[in-house]
């Protein structure tokens, strides 16, 4: 346990270090002989933050999480799902869900966007969409969970845009635009302007030719310091003519 501890303070202070190939080294050895379930995580949390993440993944049978800080034991699934998603998409949807569904008091925006985002990505739908009702009903008021969730519906709207189910596009919409007063001063989403919600919005009156209230939108996104306001405008001029060649 002395050689133990020793792999452990120079894979730790390799890793601080940013000396990658000597961190991989003492932490994969470290990870093999370990049979502490918490340290064996902090081993592998070390060799996924070095891309090791076939190796942590292919040993998660054998690691038994139970006696584990669920808090600790949370972070380091959580940590494999993501690396996972990007290598392994299936194998990292599966893990994100049992994550969501096993630590249900470490539900991050975070968490929420990245596993509403691959039921997407896959296609599951309708699992997509009980992720965003699930944090609807436990947004709070924080601001970070708002804008998350802010996020999320742009994401779900975007994608219904795509499908052209243009009534839960724009409920999607509205939900994001109406969340986002919840605190009284508007809140953007951390990866998409509230803007955005209203500019499509607006695309989806004017395939339901109602023009006037899509004008109406877009001028106030024009008029606004947004980085989309050049894209409303553009879009003001296109309807315009629209609406001259109906005449």
């Keep these: 346990s002395e050689y133990k501890n020793i792999l452990k303070n120079l894979a730790s202070?390799?890793?601080?270090?940013?000396?990658?190939?000597?961190?991989?080294?003492?932490a994969s050895e470290w990870f093999q002989m370990e049979d502490n379930p918490e340290e064996k995580i902090e081993a592998g949390l070390i060799l996924l933050n070095n891309d090791k993440t076939e190796m942590v993944y292919s040993s998660l049978k054998n690691i038994d999480l139970s006696p584990v800080n669920r808090e600790k034991a949370h972070n380091f699934l959580y940590s494999l799902s993501k690396k996972l998603l990007d290598k392994n998409?299936?194998?990292g949807l599966s893990l994100i869900e049992q994550v969501y569904y096993q630590y249900p008091e470490y539900r991050t925006p975070e968490l929420r966007y990245s596993l509403s985002e691959a039921y997407i990505k896959t296609e599951r739908t309708t699992s997509a969409?009980?992720?965003?009702?699930?944090?609807?009903?436990e947004v709070g008021?924080?601001?970070?969970?708002?804008?998350?969730?802010?996020?999320?519906?742009?994401?779900?709207?975007?994608?219904?845009?795509?499908?052209?189910?243009?009534?839960?596009?724009?409920?999607?919409?509205k939900t994001a635009i109406q969340i986002s007063q919840i605190k009284g001063t508007p809140l953007q989403g951390v990866k998409y302007p509230i803007e955005w919600a209203k500019y499509q919005y607006a695309k989806i009156l004017v395939e339901k030719t109602n023009f006037e209230e899509a004008l109406k939108i877009l001028e106030e996104i024009a008029n606004s310091n947004s980085?989309?306001?050049s894209m409303a405008q553009l879009k003001i001029e296109q309807i315009k003519l629209e609406m001259l060649a109906m005449k």
Excluded: C
């Design 141 to 173: 008021t924080s601001e970070e969970s708002v804008r998350g969730l802010i996020d999320a519906e742009i994401m779900w709207g975007d994608y219904m845009f795509e499908m052209k189910e243009w009534d839960t596009a724009s409920s999607a919409y």
């Design 89 to 91: 998409p299936p194998e």
């Design 13 to 26: 202070m390799y890793h601080e270090l940013g000396l990658k190939e000597a961190a991989v080294e003492t």
């Design 227 to 229: 980085s989309i306001s």
């Design 129 to 137: 969409r009980r992720i965003i009702q699930d944090w609807e009903n």
